[in-house]
């Protein structure tokens, strides 16, 4: 009797081993963790590897008939390199990318310091200051576009109002169609740096501000010795995520302007698109929206390296 027990009782302690609590909790793990990688290879993953391998052949409406897309090698990366319009794309995307994120970053930071400040419908204020990131980018540029319309727009009209016969194409003139696409950029990505700013804000203790003060060290020598040091890291993340962000940013340009006027507010995306979806070389469209994969990858890197930092500090 008791020689069988002892028999019986390595299998029941292999039992519980099995359905341990720990080896519950892996399989509970991997249970929604599975579905989340499906999802990525399924919707990201192959359309990533799709595009990547169209950039290396030539990929027409002709192919969807006969199935065959000749590979190329790096013809469609020369031909997108060589054409006129290239220099032109980089230009205009390194501008709009710096002067988003210039407008973005110092209004954020200047309202998200505002709203560090108790005052009555501050929680409201915070509130209505999310509407542009909420509403639609499609609505956003149909409104904006009929706000900047040279002839009937309400800009122009309260401009001739106040300074008499000032009518500027703000979507049709060259030099500055690209500062006024900007501009409404500007617009919808102050609601993200501000709300992100402002929990940073929130995190530095106020016993800091207190014993800064005691040495004399307010206002501006404040936010120099105190503020600064401890948002960096906050700081650099967003830095990080607004230039990914806008580096892609495809609907506001075509819902002003299309890319034009002579290609003033061409970017790689608006010429990826243009690519792919007017011209239907769908070879070069795949090899443009590489090159900006690529610069966006580049970021992304350095936003992981920057949230370890942030994480870590």
């Known amino acids: 009797m008791a020689e069988g027990m002892s028999l019986a009782l390595p299998r029941q302690t292999t039992t519980s081993s099995w359905w341990s609590p720990r080896r519950r909790e892996r399989l ?15 919707f990201f993953g192959y359309p990533l590897a799709q595009n990547i391998v169209m950039g290396f052949q030539e990929y ?22 060589s054409s006129g319009v290239f220099g032109t794309a980089v230009l205009n995307t390194a501008l709009f990318t710096i002067g988003s994120i210039a407008g973005q970053f110092s209004i954020g ?14 929680g409201t204020l915070r ?3 999310l509407l542009p990131w909420l ?51 500007i617009w919808i990505g102050i609601p993200f740096n501000t709300t992100i700013l402002y929990s940073g804000l929130q995190d530095i203790p106020d016993e800091l501000y207190e014993a800064a003060s ?34 892609k940013v495809l609907d506001i340009i075509l819902g002003l302007t299309g890319g034009g006027p002579a290609n003033a507010t061409q970017t790689l995306a608006t010429q990826s698109y243009h690519l ?38």
């Open 214 to 247: 005691l040495d004399g060290a307010t206002g501006w020598r404040a936010f120099r010795h105190v503020t600064w040091p401890l948002l960096r890291p906050v700081v650099t993340v967003v830095l990080v995520l607004g230039v990914v962000y806008t580096l």
């Open 28 to 42: 509970l793990q991997l249970a929604f963790l599975v579905p989340a990688v499906l999802y990525l290879v399924a």
């Open 60 to 81: 027409t409406t002709a192919t969807f008939y006969t199935g065959e897309a000749p590979w190329v090698g790096f013809a469609n990366y020369v031909g997108i390199a």
């Open 109 to 122: 930071l200047a309202i998200a310091l505002f709203f560090r400040r108790r005052f009555p419908l501050s």
């Open 127 to 129: 509130a209505l200051l």
């Open 135 to 185: 509403i639609p980018l499609i609505v956003s540029g149909a409104v904006w576009r009929w706000i900047l319309d040279q002839d009937n727009g309400v800009l122009n009209t309260t401009l001739g109002g106040l300074l008499g016969g000032i009518h500027p194409g703000w979507l049709t003139s060259t030099s500055i169609a690209l500062v006024a696409v900007i501009m409404v950029n």
């Open 276 to 313: 792919s979806f007017v011209e239907f070389d769908f070879g070069q469209g795949a090899a443009m929206g590489n090159v900006l994969i690529a610069i966006s990858f580049l970021f992304a890197l350095l936003y992981l390296r920057a949230a370890r930092r942030a994480d870590a500090s």
